[in-house]
């Protein structure tokens, strides 16, 4: 069964930074496009990054551009989302997945990490 563990959230104050992991079992990790997504009480998981194959084109929510950085570690089945100048807005938590707009869909999605920004 293939599955992703996302890790890293926590509780942080305004302007702090956290580092986002996402790690699984994905047969040929290297080949497909990754995204990560958060999710609001109360509101659909929105897209916040993406990043393709290699890890050579990425795209960002216009909310989280220069704040945020996605990159992964294909050898590793991981992905990563660099979180700096964090905002209270940016409170939620956080999955990866496939990137549905290559994928066409999504694998069962993982716990999650939460992440909190108080101000």
Not at 94 to 113: A, E, H, K, R
Request: hydrophobic letters at 30%; charged letters at 20%.
């Amino acid at each position: 069964q293939e599955h992703l563990v996302e890790s890293g959230g926590g509780l942080v104050q305004a302007g702090a930074s956290l580092r986002l992991s996402c790690s699984g079992s994905l047969r040929s990790f290297s080949r497909w496009d990754m995204g990560w997504f958060r999710q609001d009480p109360g509101k659909a998981r929105e897209v916040v990054a993406t990043i393709n194959w290699s890890g050579g084109t990425t795209y960002y929510v216009d909310s989280v551009k220069g704040r945020f950085t996605i990159s992964r570690d294909n050898p590793k089945n991981t992905v990563y989302l660099q979180m700096d100048n964090l905002r209270p807005e940016d409170t939620g938590v956080y999955y990866c997945n496939l990137d549905p707009s290559v994928s066409g869909g999504f694998l069962d999605w993982g716990p999650g990490t939460q992440v909190t920004v108080s101000s």
